[in-house]
């Protein structure tokens, strides 16, 4: 076996794993760190796919950023274990089945491909930040600008959303405390 | 690695976060699994761009597999920001109810 197949064998066990071990934890902490080690595993993955840069991204974005956000949610909401009772085993049952023969299904309709081109370990420099830096400010310069306004809008909806009651309804529960 | 391996391997995490989305209840934790579904359709992006790389087609034009990549570095930017908001909605659904269990939250339905 050559030294890319025995990586890449690892590198999906510990991927496979890690995803089933977010599912089955019950603590919801537990749950993302496991899915950080997934995000990981995913960056090697990218690395040994030539895309250098997305694999930087993708720890600084997600590892970074996203997951760090979800744990100070769910210290912030302080869930413990026993908050989500995991009863009704039948229905998850029934979920695992569901899930099982998707699966299956996409994989037998995936093994019918004759076209099975391998993904070679090579050299290329498509994957370095100046490759892709000139892609994106030359050919993607309006998508790019587009996505800025959108982050503009996803920060403005989400402190509107999170946003605590509006001033004259607190005043007014206050106004009702103190007459009564 | 044959480009099988990695669409089988794509698949499976792929199931694994429709299988959680059905099981679990916890809403962070579906939100999870939904970032879990990104990840695998994003892996199976720069495999396939990798896998044409080589390609006649990539050789006419220059650019041919780094576009792919900006592809994936645009649904990355996407997540971040769907995240905010619905980790945001979900903050407000905790304080009206003081729950994230999506059983609870089926007011929508009528």
Known sequence: MELTTILFLILSLISIGSA????????????VLWLILLFFT?????????????AVVNIIVYAGAIMVLFLFVVMLMNLNADTEPMKNYRLQLVGVIAG??????????????????PVLLMVGDYGLIKVLGKTLFQKFV?????????????????????????????TKGETEKRSS | MDIKAYIVLALILFTIGVTGVLIRRNAII??????????????????????????????????????????????MVVAAAEVTV?????????????SVDVNFLNRLKY
Do not use: W
Request: proline fraction near 3%; charge should be positive; hydrophobic fraction near 60%.
């Open chain 1, 20 to 31: 089933v071990m977010m599912l089955m934890s019950r603590n919801p902490v537990y749950s």
């Open chain 1, 142 to 170: 309006l998508p790019f600008e587009i996505s800025s306004i959108l982050f503009l809008s996803a920060i403005i909806g989400a402190m509107v959303i999170a946003k605590r009651d509006t001033p004259s309804q607190i």
């Open chain 2, 30 to 75: 579906i939100f999870m699994c939904i970032e879990l579904m990104l990840n695998a359709v994003n892996l199976l992006l720069v495999a396939f761009s990798k896998m044409h790389a080589m390609s006649a087609v990539a050789k006419a034009s220059p650019t041919f597999a780094s576009d792919a990549q900006i592809f994936v570095f645009f649904i």
């Open chain 2, 86 to 98: 619905g980790l945001s909605i979900i903050m407000l659904l905790y304080r009206n109810t003081r």
């Open chain 1, 42 to 54: 995913i960056s090697a993955h990218y690395l040994m796919l030539n895309a250098q840069f997305l």
């Open chain 1, 100 to 117: 099982g023969s998707l699966l299956l299904i996409l994989v037998s309709a995936v093994m019918k491909i004759e076209n099975n081109q």
